[in-house]
């Protein structure tokens, strides 16, 4: 009962008593609508999808960096998750990271989690490369705001508005498209959240474009593979 008392009854009942989420429970109920099995994203945008990375970097009590990139369809406005990533590295190779990811994709906008430790991180380095589209994004109350919070995007996910690709991958598997899948399922009672905060940073600056979105460059110039 103590421990009860500390995390709560909902907490409580999955952790402890190994009870399954109901739907009620479950922050994104909606976001199997949005499921498409073994689909290669790449395979769909073109030279006119706008992008946008949203990165979730680690601090002292969680050490994890999360990146996810997200496209959007002009014409639709429906939304594709086109690259994820998750690891535990250094700041250098976060930063190597977003160039790699700007390379690729050529996102209008790189969305930082702009909160204390993060903020040091963004401008060290972008003393390396001022050429990134980084932009800090400070967190708040604003992520619990029922329109432009978490719970917009299960409106997003019940109006099918967005194409998440799911590999058909072992139950066991750790890569970082499953990570993500699991997340977005068990919120918000997932081990990790990272990846949906990542999501949740690139969907926020697609959403701060929506009226003047502007395109880049083929985002598949010099893709390797």
């Keep these: 009962m103590r421990r009860r008392g500390e995390v709560g009854a909902r907490s409580f009942a999955r952790g402890f008593r190994?009870?399954?989420?109901?739907?009620?429970?479950?922050?994104?109920?909606?976001?199997?609508?949005?499921?498409?099995d073994d689909l290669d994203p790449l395979e769909l945008i073109t030279v006119d999808w706008p992008r946008w990375t949203g990165v979730d970097l680690s601090s002292e009590k969680r050490p994890g960096n999360a990146f996810v990139t997200i496209a959007q369809n002009p014409g639709t406005k429906k939304r594709l998750v086109i690259d994820v990533r998750a690891m535990a590295i250094t700041s250098p190779e976060v930063w190597r990271q977003l160039e790699d990811i700007?390379?690729?994709?050529?996102?209008?906008?790189?969305?930082?989690?702009?909160?204390?430790?993060?903020?040091?991180?963004?401008?060290?380095?972008?003393?390396?490369?001022?050429?990134?589209?980084?932009?800090?994004?400070?967190?708040?109350?604003?992520?619990?705001?029922?329109?432009?919070g978490l719970p917009g995007l299960e409106v997003e996910f019940e109006n099918e508005g967005w194409i998440i690709p799911r590999p058909s991958h072992t139950f066991d598997c750790t890569c970082a498209w499953c990570q993500l899948w699991s997340e977005l399922t068990a919120h918000p009672l997932?081990?990790?959240?990272?990846?949906?905060?990542?999501?949740?940073?690139?969907?926020?600056?697609?959403?701060?474009?929506?009226?003047?979105?502007?395109?880049?460059?083929?985002?598949?110039?010099?893709?390797?593979?």
Aim: hydrophobic share 40%; with cysteine.
């Design 18 to 36: 190994q009870e399954t989420l109901d739907d009620e429970d479950r922050t994104f109920p909606s976001v199997q609508r949005c499921a498409y």
């Design 102 to 148: 700007h390379r690729r994709y050529r996102p209008n906008i790189i969305q930082v989690e702009n909160n204390a430790l993060q903020g040091a991180v963004i401008e060290w380095g972008l003393e390396l490369n001022a050429t990134l589209p980084v932009k800090g994004f400070m967190t708040g109350r604003n992520k619990a705001d029922e329109q432009i």
């Design 190 to 225: 997932a081990d990790t959240t990272d990846l949906v905060m990542a999501l949740w940073f690139a969907r926020e600056a697609a959403r701060a474009a929506s009226g003047h979105l502007a395109w880049g460059p083929n985002p598949m110039a010099g893709y390797r593979g």
